[in-house]
């Protein structure tokens, strides 16, 4: 049972920084693609960024592009997403997932698991 548990989520002032974690477990996690999303109350579902199986390509939207970084860690089945220059408006419930394939994916529906998601909130 794949099971995806993130964590790193907080109250932070603007223009702060924050680093979410999303431990694996329950099958290979090197093999698998990852992206982190987020939703807003009232708002769709949002990709952010996501991440190869070896970490060599990555995406980020352009809402967080220049401010967000995504990165993994294989050999502690871990995937991150550092958040930097923080604004009020990124205040969401974080969430990562994974895909069943190597390589990136940008559809949502492409994500099969998921995690319970933690909570960024961001004050002015």
């Known amino acids: 049972q794949v099971q995806l548990v993130e964590s790193g989520g907080g109250l932070v002032q603007a223009g702060g920084s924050l680093r979410l974690s999303c431990a694996a477990s329950g099958r290979t996690f090197r093999d698998y693609a990852m992206g982190w999303f987020r939703q807003a109350p009232g708002k769709e579902r949002e990709l952010l960024a996501a991440?190869?199986?070896?970490?060599?390509?990555?995406y980020h939207a352009d809402s967080v592009k220049g401010r967000f970084t995504v990165s993994r860690d294989n050999a502690f089945n871990t995937v991150y997403l550092l958040l930097n220059s923080l604004k009020v408006e990124d205040t969401a419930v974080y969430y990562c997932a994974s895909t069943n394939r190597y390589e990136l994916e940008y559809a949502v529906s492409e994500y099969y698991y998921w995690g319970q998601g933690t909570q960024v909130t961001v004050s002015s």
């Open positions: 991440i190869n199986w070896n970490g060599g390509s990555t």
